[in-house]
């Protein structure tokens, strides 16, 4: 790249000497000197501006960048929960295996794409998006789908999901894939998922966890277990009283000696530029659609921003009456969860990623 600086200078200067050369054929001789300074003059600023270093152009928003890995799952059902799972394509061995614990309603199938192995996987935009940047980092997934629509927490017993759970991560290890074993585990899991973790970090040697949009269960825990792994809170502080809890949890953490951190995630105005963006098979025209049906229905504020979340928001409704819609419209809890997220109360998000797996990549140390 340096090296092409010369050129590119020489290649103007000889340009500009031509033009002014032929500029000067017309013009008087007593106002050419006047004129070669001028000239002077657009030289030293050509080489100015191009020996000053220069900003990378900012990459294009694509719609793909989510759906480089395809999601295939292999699927189970263990100790009454839904299993699923994939190892990273190609070559390379696995690096890591991460556990997920979706949060209330939302299943393990929501992370994968439907695909001949799971015709019924539902492929939501943010946990889709975390399910193949796992994988592109060579992270096996494991998501487990609750037995009713939340997790349960109960400790004591044979027959508890945290057992259940237990057992499904020993099963996958031992007799499914054993090459995982002697991988860093590591664990997230989003608003009852994330108490769900937060309590199975407490029997399950996890090299690090994630809780997201949840302040754990360390308030009802007498004492936080020896050797309890790092925790990372990724929570929406637009949701006070939540946010008032992760700071006590982190205080009981920290007074553990357990190494902790924080990511707050804030709203953003919605744009149809995100939301074709972010889900895949929406197109730009109907975005513009739908983002045209929130205006005109004041559902946004002056500034873009959603006044209700996505579930408290009738959107669909509007952009039904309005024909703003195709027919067969297939993405209702896809916008709703995109929506969610622009309001930055409650909702799962991918937005965080690359943060997150950098928590998880600096503390790799315990195996499975």
């Not at 025209?285 to 009738?314: H, I």
Request: aromatic fraction near 8%; charged fraction near 20%.
């Amino acid at each position: 790249m340096v090296s092409a600086i010369p050129n590119q200078i020489s290649i103007s200067v000889r340009l500009i000497t031509r033009t002014m050369n032929a500029i000067f054929a017309t013009i008087p001789r007593p106002r050419r000197p006047g004129a070669l300074i001028a000239s002077c003059c657009a030289l030293i600023l050509l080489a100015t501006v191009v020996l000053l270093p220069r900003a990378p152009l900012a990459p294009p928003l694509t719609t793909n960048a989510a759906g480089a890995v395809r999601l295939d799952p292999r699927v189970a059902r263990r100790s009454g929960n839904e299993v699923l799972w994939q190892l990273p394509p190609g070559p390379r061995p696995p690096r890591a295996a991460v556990f997920v614990a979706p949060g209330c309603t939302i299943r393990a199938t929501d992370f994968f794409d439907a695909s001949p192995g799971c015709p019924h996987c539902a492929g939501l935009p943010e946990e889709r998006r975390f399910t193949s940047a796992a994988l592109r980092r060579s992270y096996a997934v494991l998501a487990v789908s609750s037995r009713a629509q939340c997790w349960s927490l109960d400790a004591a017993g044979e027959d508890t999901e945290l057992a259940a759970v237990e057992s499904i991560i020993k099963w996958l290890v031992n007799e499914e894939h054993p090459e995982l074993r002697g991988l860093p585990l590591i664990g997230i899991g989003a608003s009852s998922g994330g108490y769900f973790v937060s309590a199975l970090a407490a029997r399950v040697r996890f090299s690090s966890v994630t809780i997201m949009i949840a302040e754990g269960v360390f308030a009802a825990m007498e004492e936080v277990p020896a050797g309890y792994p790092p925790a990372l809170f990724v929570h929406m502080p637009k949701d006070s009283e939540r946010a008032t809890l992760v700071v006590a949890s982190i205080s009981k953490l920290k007074s553990k000696h357990v190494e902790v951190r924080e990511i707050q995630c804030d709203a953003f105005a919605v744009s149809a530029e995100f939301l074709a963006a972010r889900i895949p098979g929406l197109t730009r025209a109907v975005a513009d659609g739908l983002v045209d049906v929130l205006r005109q229905k004041s559902f946004l504020d002056e500034k873009g921003f959603l006044k209700n979340d996505g579930r408290s928001t009738p959107w669909k409704e509007a952009a039904e009456e309005a024909e703003a819609l195709p027919k067969q419209f297939g993405f209702d809890r896809h916008v709703t969860e995109e929506l969610n997220l622009a309001y930055a109360y409650h909702e799962f998000t991918s937005q965080k990623d690359e943060e997150i797996f950098e928590w998880f990549e600096s503390h790799m140390d315990h195996k499975i």
